[in-house]
């Protein structure tokens, strides 16, 4: 049976990887994007033409308010979210002692506060359901930490907490509830680091390669199947070895 799925700021990068990915693994997929329609609609585009189901939607996904509609249009044009991936987030890197008030807030409310308010309201119908797959996009910085990034690292590291808490809560009902951690992948995030910087970091990854968003994408299809019903409250790091204990 295709299920639904919401995927929160797919129109490019990771999210457009994994939109593209349940699709082709059958879901029809909610497009949400915030500021990106030529992006949101260009993909919904492209799933069509291979044959899939999807359809693009605005919304703030760290706006209560524009998180109930886009749940509601959702609802209305394709059915309950079945399968939620929570990918919208941004960086504002700085070092901690200049970091602005406004810096911490607009990754905070990106990063974490996007992915409460989005699996609050899913896990309304899963429950009812009694089937659902909620897919946090955490990151490796969340594990580990990096210097310049205090914000998105405990955005990030507070998707993880958050992700383990509603995992247990809704264990009995059918809900799984996984992080995907990725580390050094290209995206348009990275595309702006130095040549020198992208050297350093290649260093420290035992492949000795970047990421591709599509590897992301391989994992949270896995945690969106039938088959990964046993598994909830993990977090896997798809970073080529990066973060290996």
Sequence with gaps: MARIALVTGAGRGIGRAVAKRLAADGCAVAVNYRSSAEAAQSLVNEITAAGGKAMAF?????????????????????????????????????????????????????????????????????????????????????????????????????VIGFSKCVAREYAAKGVTVNCVAPGYIATDMTKILSDAAKEAILTGIPQGRQGEPEDIANAVSFFAQESSSYITGQVLAVDGGMTMA
Excluded: H
Aim: a neutral charge; glycine letters at 10%; hydrophobic letters at 45%.
């Design 58 to 158: 605005a919304g703030d996904v760290s706006s209560p308010e524009a998180v109930k509609k886009l749940f509601d249009d959702v609802k209305e044009a394709l059915g309950p979210v079945e399968i939620l991936v929570n990918n919208a987030g941004q960086t504002k890197d700085g070092l901690l002692m200049r970091m602005k008030d406004s810096d911490w807030d607009d990754v905070l409310n990106a990063d974490l506060k996007s992915v409460f308010l989005c699996t609050r309201e899913a896990v309304k119908a899963m429950v009812r359901a009694r089937w659902g797959r909620i897919v946090n996009i955490s990151s490796v910085v969340g594990v580990t930490g990096n210097p310049g990034q205090a914000n998105y690292g405990a955005a990030k590291a507070g």
